[in-house]
T-cell receptor, first 113, second 113 residues
Framework: DGGITQSPKYLFRKEGQNVTLSCEQN?????MYWYRQDPGQGLRLIYY???????QKGDIAEGYSVSREKKESFPLTVTSAQKNPTAFYLC????????????FGAGSRLTVL | GNSVTQMEGPVTLSEEAFLTINCTYT??????LFWYVQYPGEGLQLLLK?????DKGSNKGFEATYRKETTSFHLEKGSVQVSDSAVYFC????????????FGTGTRLKVLA
């Protein structure tokens, strides 16, 4: 089945450590996104990528980094510079230009101890 | 800039009750409008969408009509079930090709048997 796979589902991190969240898609979609979800705040855009080797900052990019070396993969690194990293992280993808539907992964929950 | 405002929850209903979740938006031009649903511990799934004024999106008994004159896209269902308990997100995207989606803060629905 085509879809988006995020891993790990749950992740615990000590303060000061970097952690990388994986996002893989087999939908052959061009655009990929990372969102952060906090209770009562909806979804906030961290980074997005329209094509391979290109990505743009979203509304809350500070403390995060991404790469897009392959069409299928868009990993997110939460660095030690992110002051409040505990959250639910969602990866999404869509076909390309135009107002198309976003397809989401199941999410990764990061907890900083 | 673009924005989405949806009613705060939680909304608690008895099974077979009528559901309305209000959503209004601010946007230039003619955005596409979406309702997504999120079940506990999962990512978001598209529920329905509408791409132009007066369009009605529908799925699984849910409906929403794109009202340009009132800038609204209210979600309705005639008879809710316990299985409809989830968080519902209203969202929009510009048709100008910016690839950015704007989400509301979500409305939690709880349906009691």
């Amino acid at each position: 089945d085509g879809g988006i796979t995020q891993s790990p589902k749950y992740l615990f991190r000590k303060e000061g450590q970097n952690v990388t969240l994986s996002c893989e898609q087999n939908l052959n979609h061009d655009a990929m996104y990372w969102y952060r979800q906090d209770p009562g705040q909806g979804l906030r855009l961290i980074y997005y990528s329209q094509i391979v080797n290109d990505f743009q900052k979203g509304d809350i990019a500070e403390g995060y980094s991404v790469s897009r070396e392959k069409k299928e993969s868009f990993p997110l690194t939460v660095t030690s510079a992110q002051k409040n990293p505990t959250a639910f992280y969602l990866c999404a993808a869509k076909i390309g230009a135009g107002a198309n539907v976003l397809t989401f992964g199941a999410g990764s929950r990061l907890t900083v101890l | 800039g673009n924005s989405v405002t949806q009613m705060e929850g939680p909304v608690t209903l008895s099974e077979e009750a009528f559901l309305t979740i209000n959503c209004t938006y601010t946007a230039t031009g003619y955005p596409s409008l979406f309702w997504y649903v999120q079940y506990p511990g999962e990512g978001l799934q598209l529920l329905l969408k509408a791409t132009k004024a007066d369009d009605k999106g529908s799925n699984k008994g849910f409906e929403a009509t794109y009202r340009k004159e009132t800038t609204s896209f209210h979600l309705e269902k005639g008879s809710v079930q316990v299985s409809d308990s989830a968080v519902y997100f209203c969202a929009l995207t510009s048709t100008s090709g910016t690839y950015k989606y704007i989400f509301g803060t979500g409305t939690r629905l709880k349906v009691l048997a």
